[in-house]
């Protein structure tokens, strides 16, 4: 059988309001002693009752209709019902047959082909995020948990898409796009790995000749870019191997380990919960007029595919630098400060998608804290383009920049990096050069192009670099053709 591979995603987005969702707490929870965050409302004592926060729904809808969704213009919240610790009501509120937004889209690009694929948004809601566990110790072995109610009553928006992803990269490539919008729109910081972002995966095998669909199998705890696409892979390639074998796939819920790499079982259908939705009693339908919804799309700040455009038109870049560029808000930010102060705007984007983001990764740095900022990376390059410093050397003096934060003309004075300027000087050594190496100088005369390379190798081991190798090119080139 030749199998179709089809996925689906929920994303959880936490937005990002001063207040949470049904209350009047702080939502800034990181770093704060346990159970601070927290009042009647959030901590579920009876007798209090939520008030919905105007800004989530703003937020919410901002998001619905950068994702192209019909608004629901009366929405309602659900109770869904389950017992864990984590949930001190023992229901978080919810929405479930009116979700706020419907029937939207985004489109993605595919690499290396000029086809875009539409992936459509089955729904967009808004609901309250859960406490935390604290396990001591292996949550298999542990002998006690704590329980953080900070944060319970996070503002959280759910993203569903309908199964349209026909790859694991498609899914990576829609989930790094939809951080940067969700970023641009200003609603949420999109950071993964502080589960800012987090993402389900529905996925499983359809027979691509009969259209006969497989069994689904739902994947849990992706929590990095990186992780979306092996976690897929890993589902995909154990899939297919059980139907090669014969074997039956279960309906079950996996969990990425992202120690070791696989998906591991957590749950079969048989345990599945039942979570016994019904309206919410304590809150009315959620009304939207018409003006509010008008507003907000009105008002939308300029999106990534804007921004791309635009980068590509006003700063003459190819479509791929810009599309790294505008891959995270900040980094469209750094790289629109930076030109705004520098004339070549290739030339800035090599720079920032080279060493500047290599650096970043390496030090697992976001650019908003780059030891470099825009204007001093513009310094360096000023740097180069009057002579002072080459290419070569800037590449040294931009380490040194990373490491320190100090600024490029304080590194170069400080270590006395810079180029030779005094052509006099210069010449004196091309002549020391020429002298040492009759061999050389007879082979390049002879036609030998290798022997001029190796002559100015000669000068630039001399100055240790400070040399600037077109001025010594040419300088041997003439005084060479004299002999
Ligand atoms: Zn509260």
């Keep these: 059988m030749k199998e179709e591979i089809v996925i689906g995603l929920e994303i959880h987005i936490q937005l990002m309001t001063k207040a949470k969702i049904f209350c009047q707490c702080s939502t800034g929870y990181i770093g704060k002693e346990p159970n601070t965050n927290t009042c009647p409302v959030c901590l579920g004592l009876p007798g209090s009752l939520p008030v919905l926060n105007k800004k989530v729904l703003e937020f919410a809808v901002r998001t619905s209709v950068a994702l192209n969704c019909k608004i629901n213009q009366v929405s309602r919240f659900h109770r869904k019902n389950y017992f864990y610790p984590d949930l001190p009501k023992a229901y978080q509120i919810s929405q479930y047959d009116t979700p706020l937004g419907i029937n939207g889209y985004m489109e993605i690009s595919l690499p290396e082909s000029t086809e875009k694929r539409k992936i459509r948004i089955t729904r967009v809601h808004i609901e309250e995020d859960a406490g935390k566990l604290v396990h001591e110790g292996d949550i298999t072995s542990s002998s006690y948990s704590l329980a953080d109610y900070n944060r319970c009553g996070i503002p959280l928006a759910e993203i569903v898409t309908e199964p349209d992803f026909r790859s694991p990269e498609e899914a990576q490539i829609f989930l790094v796009k939809l951080r940067s919008i969700v970023q641009h729109l200003g609603v949420c910081d999109g950071n993964m790995e502080e589960g800012s972002m987090r993402c389900d995966a529905n996925i499983s095998l359809r027979d691509a000749k009969t259209g006969a669909l497989g069994i689904k199998v739902e994947i849990k705890n992706i929590n990095s870019f990186k992780a979306v696409k092996k976690a897929l892979q890993f589902e995909v390639d154990r899939q297919k191997k059980l139907l090669a074998e014969g074997e039956k796939i279960m309906q ?57 455009k635009r980068f590509i038109k006003d700063y003459q870049i190819p479509e791929y630098d810009a599309e790294i560029l505008t891959s995270t808000s900040s980094t469209g930010d750094y790289y629109e400060k930076a030109a705004s102060l520098y004339p070549n705007g290739k030339v800035l984007s090599n720079w ?10 390496e030090e697992k740095k976001e650019i908003e804290y780059s030891p470099i900022s825009s204007e001093n990376l513009v310094g360096m390059l000023n740097l180069i383009d009057e002579g002072v410093i080459s290419i070569k050397m800037a590449k040294d003096v931009f380490e040194k920049m990373f490491e320190t934060g100090k600024d490029a003309s304080q590194i170069v004075k400080e270590s006395g990096i810079t180029q030779i300027t005094d052509e006099n000087e210069l010449i004196k050594m091309v002549d020391k050069v020429i002298n040492e190496n009759p061999k050389s100088v007879d082979d390049f005369n002879k036609g030998k192009k290798k022997a001029l390379n190796f002559l100015v190798g000669q000068v630039m081991r001399y100055t240790k670099g400070r040399a600037k190798p077109d001025f010594i090119f040419e300088a041997i080139k003439q005084r060479v053709k004299k002999i």
């Design 252 to 308: 079950e819920t996996r969990h990425w380990d992202e120690s070791r790499n696989i998906t591991v079982s957590m749950r079969s259908k048989e345990e599945a919960h039942d979570y016994r939705y019904f309206p919410e009693p304590d809150l009315l339908p959620v009304k939207i007029d018409l003006k509010m919804i008008n507003e907000i799309r009105k008002n939308l700040p300029e999106l990534p595919e804007a921004r791309r």
């Design 352 to 361: 920032i998608m080279g060493e500047l983001l290599r650096n970043l990764k």
